[in-house]
């Protein structure tokens, strides 16, 4: 039995890593998929992909911080699929800047893409939700700014990721009148396109490779088992959870 079966699918910053990996694991369990990225030309091979393989999927280009393009995809998914059943919010950016070094409007950017992104599409997505009775959101935050803070790490990004946690509690806490399940993913160092540079970087990479116990980064499909068991009824009871994949990297 498929865990998505009949279910609709949107997935933003769906052209790479997790998002794109996200949609082709949920199109084999059975979703219909709704891939959204600003990168229309990686999100068109990405759809073309799943479609080749079998699956359902349609693509829009939405950025994260419109609230009409969210209204489009809203309306283009309800339309073509009938309703909307899972979200991941999942675009987001990198930071590079410590905090001396940092500027403020840097600093609001990576806010606006990681964080007020997420208040939009989860705002966008819940009427179409109670509509349906019930729903699944995911929201990508990271170990950075949940859980650690890095010695020279970008104040923007670890700033963004902490408040996705204190945005998933509170959406959570009331949209679980209507069934719909809000829960974060926190992902460790993972080998994905958004840490390129520092895979390519052979003393950088085996540096931050001995600060992992698992001695290794994370695939992009070990978080989409993590969304996949979100999404499906499977995690039924899970409401406002913070799931951790990062190798062991926050229990040392
Ligand atoms: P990635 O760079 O491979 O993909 C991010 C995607 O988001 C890209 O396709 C990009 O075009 C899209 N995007 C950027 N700005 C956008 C906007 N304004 N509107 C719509 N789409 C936009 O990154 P990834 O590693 O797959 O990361 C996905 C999520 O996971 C991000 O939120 C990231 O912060 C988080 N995360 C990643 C890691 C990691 O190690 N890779 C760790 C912790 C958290």
Do not use: C
Not at 223 to 244: H, K, T
């Amino acid at each position: 039995m498929k865990r998505l079966k009949n279910k609709v699918a949107i997935i933003t910053g769906a052209a790479s890593g997790f998002g794109a990996t996200d949609a082709k694991l949920f199109a084999k369990e059975g979703a219909k998929i709704m891939l959204t990225d600003i990168n229309e030309e990686n999100l068109k091979q990405v759809a073309e992909q799943i479609i080749q393989d079998g699956g359902t999927a349609i693509y829009a280009t939405l950025n994260v911080t419109s609230p009409d393009d969210w209204q489009k995809v809203v309306k283009k998914a309800t339309t073509e699929f009938g309703g909307i059943d899972i979200l991941i919010n999942n675009a987001g950016i990198a930071g590079y800047s410590s905090f001396l070094e940092s500027d403020y409007d840097t600093f609001k950017k990576i806010l606006d893409v990681n964080l007020n992104s997420q208040y939009l599409g989860i705002k966008a997505v819940a009427p179409a939700m109670i509509e349906r009775k019930g729903g699944s959101i995911i929201n990508m935050s990271s170990t950075v700014g949940a859980t650690v803070a890095l010695p020279g790490g970008d104040p923007g990004y670890a700033t963004s990721k902490g408040g996705v946690r204190a945005l998933t509690m509170q959406a959570a806490a009331e949209l679980i009148g209507h069934n719909i399940r809000v829960n974060s993913i926190h992902p460790g160092i993972f080998r994905t396109p958004m840490n390129q540079a520092l895979v390519d970087n052979v003393d950088a990479y085996q540096q931050a490779v001995q600060g992992i116990p698992a001695k290794r980064f994370g695939e992009a499909e070990e978080i989409a088992n993590a969304a996949l068991f979100l999404a499906s009824d499977e995690s039924s009871y899970m409401v406002g959870s913070e799931l951790v994949v990062d190798g062991g990297l926050t229990i040392i």
